[in-house]
């Protein structure tokens, strides 16, 4: 109450700020810079304010400014001879802090005797990913609303992908798949954990670690993944960051619901001869106070930093040095008064102390003689977590689950990128260092063990790209991998992939693709033991073949109507020994994923319809919605019966949208619906048995009584934003679950108490009351000076 009560104040003040300022003259600038596919700057580009004679054109090194402008929403186009024109939707002019918008232009197949301006600067996919990909910008990304500025949670709201369990996770589960079996790429670079509180084994949490200051755009591939990335069986998302600003130095606040950022950008001149940019920034949570506040016996805290340096050697050498961490704190407190819900998230809670980082850096080489590129990068991620359950959490006593873990990873990563003539070709390598170590004692199996493993992962990539008369798109890849600890052979995982697109006219593209993908199992399940022995060594990668087909309709260039079938099957899965259920139904809950003997013998599927409108900004108004009919089923043990996946919710449909008032207003939504899906029931016998551990009984996953009911949540949010003569401010609203729909979760159970907290005799489990739907209102403001 207090944090809203200054925000109120703040707000206040603002708003007489800005009507003093109302009648000031201000204006900003677009800046940026025009590439080839490889790098190289292309001179002499128009670069123009879409309806408009505003404009500029690129120097020798490719860049451009157009000043003075109006701040406010523009769509900008690039054109030149002899390339596709490229318009970058929704930008945003600001007095102050405006990012920079680069262009990379893609080259015309055929020459022309001038620019043509028809359908070719529409949203476009690569070739090697023609199908299941979208690509977010970096302002849909800030005014996403529901999102609360978090990147991942965005990602949430693409097509085919399923809200989490009760819908305040940032698992990623794409069409029908487990949340584990994505990867995250940062500037090419990857890193296995992109969340605050994660799922040691998995990849979610509640809070993104990414902050949306950095970023450039974002895009999510659900299938038909580039050969260069190893280890995805459903999603690749990719976050492509901004650069800092090479004449200014920028500085950035950003105040929201739960955490307070500091983002700065500029130059740093090192000599005449060399361009040096920074940006970096620090984020602090206050959910421990609010929590306090309102009396929940939780206190998450977390701190997390982010850095990117970027360094021109030559004309065609440049350096990359990027980083990523965070500092993770989650305990409880007892509450003052009983009450029996909070009594229970006290008694089973975890503590969880992590923390995490990565660095990166890359050298980019262009060739001089030849159209060509090389890029070097070498990488460190470390994460150290350690996981705790106790039989009395108040006091931090008798210790029922320990997991004191550390996993790091060295990788270098080879990429070549090579024209010739009309094909584009690259190939590349990657060798990794892996090193895990941990503490494990599992009270109920009477297991205590040390773990520590080094071993080395490495693989190898090649794909080839053409169009062909400027209709007919084909892209066919190979990628090998293998380790020194499984004893899985380089060919064992032999991964070839292929699609193909035809435009049957300048507005109807058909494709398809095809592609096997494999999966080494995690760390924590590798490094599992009984009685000294790594029992799951020899279990094979998971493997996941994708069959894609669809059709594109441009109705105009900023108009996308889309469908898409799509077939997932999956062999080798990790199996439960003692649960006796795919691991595909868990990981996206706090707990250790994998931490358990498992086969991998079991098999799966998922396959659907999806259905995809997308409209950038047009005539003030942005938006996307989707439709997804699928099912998604799993085998435990017995391979001959697939049954339902905590995920098969059969119906999946979200919309986003916007519309830009005037006087720099704006206003959006979010909704998102999910059908019924299945759940695991608790087990009450063991469960009373094992308190305060929670025993769920998956053999009655699918059946009728165990199904949670539809999920559906609409968020509201309303941006207004303010341009000073050297600042710019933005004060934005927000409502998650506007009309206070009940979010489905299971049934949770406590042990059975009196009004006085005084536990019952004899003990026995009682259901507790679940929460009614309820809207969240929440107000934030970003500051640039």
């Known amino acids: 109450m207090k944090s809203i009560h200054l925000n109120s104040r703040l707000t206040t003040l603002l708003l007489l700020v800005g009507t003093l300022w109302l009648n000031a003259q201000n204006s900003g600038y677009l800046r940026g810079r025009v590439v080839d596919e490889l790098g190289y700057p292309i001179s002499g580009v128009s670069v123009f304010i879409e309806g408009s004679q505003i404009g500029a054109q690129t120097d020798l090194d490719g860049y451009y400014t157009i000043e003075p402008l109006t701040p406010g929403s523009y769509n900008l186009t690039a054109s ?58 970096a302002v849909e990304l800030a005014t996403y609303p529901g999102g609360n500025n978090d990147v991942v949670q965005v ?29 995250y790429y940062l500037d090419g670079v990857e890193i296995p954990n992109i969340n605050h509180f994660s799922t ?36 690749v998302l990719q976050f492509n960051q901004r650069k800092g600003s090479r004449t200014e130095w920028n500085r950035n606040i950003r105040v929201s619901a739960s ?10 001149q090192i000599n005449d001869k060399s361009e040096t940019t920074f940006i970096g920034s620090v984020r602090r949570s206050y959910l421990q106070f609010l929590f306090e506040l309102i009396g929940l016996p939780f206190r998450p805290s ?86 705790t359950r106790y039989l009395d959490a108040e006091n931090q006593e ?58 080395l992962k490495y693989g190898a990539f090649t794909n080839f790209s053409t169009t062909i008369n400027d209709k007919l798109e084909l892209s066919a890849g190979l990628r090998l991998d293998a380790d020194s600890f499984t004893g899985n052979g380089l060919f064992r995982q032999f991964s070839p992939r292929a699609s193909i697109s035809y435009a049957l006219s300048s507005q109807v593209k058909l494709s398809s693709s095809l592609g096997r993908y494999f999966k080494i199992l995690p760390y924590t399940t590798l490094g599992f033991q009984e009685n000294g022995i790594f029992i799951n060594a020899e279990n094979a990668y998971t493997q996941a073949n994708h069959y894609v087909v669809g059709m594109q309709y441009y109705k105009t260039p900023s108009t996308l109507f889309s469908v898409e079938a799509f077939l997932k099957q999956y062999s080798d899965y990790p199996v439960s020994v003692i649960d006796q259920v795919s691991l595909a139904n868990k990981g996206a809950g706090f707990e250790v994923l994998g931490n358990e003997a498992v086969s991998s013998n079991g098999r799966g599927r998922s396959y659907g319809l999806e259905f995809l409108y997308q409209q950038k900004l047009t005539n003030r108004f942005y938006g996307i919605f989707s439709y997804t009919f699928f099912y998604s089923q799993f085998s435990g043990l017995n391979t001959d019966q697939y049954l339902r996946s905590v995920w098969d919710s059969r119906h999946l449909s979200s919309f986003t949208g ?41 053999q009655q996953i699918g059946s009728l009584d165990n199904e949670l009911g539809v999920f559906n949540q609409l968020d509201l949010r309303i941006d ?43 003990l026995s489990l009682t259901a507790l009351e679940q929460s009614q739907g309820q809207f969240i209102p929440s107000i934030g403001l970003v500051f640039d000076f």
């Open 155 to 183: 990602a949430q709201t693409l097509p085919g992908v399923s809200p989490s369990v009760g819908g305040f996770r940032n698992d990623l589960i794409i069409r029908g798949g487990g949340p584990n079996e994505n990867v």
């Open 720 to 762: 207004k934003k303010w341009n000073f003569k050297s600042s710019s401010f933005n004060l934005f609203f927000e409502i998650q679950n506007l009309l206070s729909s009940q979010i489905p979760t299971p049934p949770d159970y406590a042990l059975a108490r009196d009004s006085s907290g005084s536990l019952l005799q004899p």
């Open 80 to 137: 030149a001879l002899g390339y596709q024109a490229q318009t970058l939707f929704n930008v945003l002019v600001k007095s102050k802090g405006t990012q920079s918008y680069n262009f990379t232009l893609l080259e015309r197949v055929e020459a022309l005797e001038g620019v043509v301006l028809d359908l070719q600067n529409r949203i476009s996919r690569p070739k090697e990913t023609p199908l299941s990909t979208q690509t977010l910008s």
């Open 259 to 268: 955490e307070t950022a500091l983002t700065f950008d500029g130059p740093i």
């Open 398 to 455: 008798g210790i029922l689950f320990l997991n004191d873990a550390l996993e790091a990873e060295t990788k270098f990563r080879l990429h070549h990128t090579q024209f010739i003539g009309n094909l584009r070709w690259f190939s590349g390598l990657n060798l990794q260092h892996s090193a895990y170590e941990n503490n494990t004692q599992i009270t109920a199996i009477n297991a205590v063990y040390n773990t520590q493993l080094d071993f």
């Open 658 to 698: 916007g519309y830009k008032l005037g006087r720099n207003w704006e206003v959006s939504s979010r909704f998102r619906l999910s059908g019924r899906t299945p759940f695991a029931p608790v087990n009450q016998a063991a469960t009373l048995e094992r308190y305060p551990e929670i025993v769920l009984d998956y």
């Open 200 to 235: 040691q084994g998995s990849a979610g949490g509640p809070v993104g670690m990414i902050n949306v200051s950095f970023i450039e755009s974002v895009t999510l591939s659900a299938s038909g993944f580039g050969a260069q990335y190893d280890n995805p069986l459903s999603g």
């Open 302 to 387: 977390y701190w997390d930093y982010q850095y990117k340096i970027d360094h021109k050697i030559d004309e065609r050498n440049t350096l990359a040095l990027i980083g990523i961490g965070a500092i993770d704190d989650f305990t409880v407190e007892a509450p003052q008064t009983f009450d029996a819900e909070r009594q229970a998230q006290l008694e089973q809670a975890p503590f969880i102390d992590q923390n995490s980082h990565v660095i990166g850096l890359s050298w980019k080489h262009l060739f001089k003689e030849k159209p060509g590129v090389l890029q070097l990068t070498l990488s460190h991620n470390r994460l150290n977590n350690r996981f």
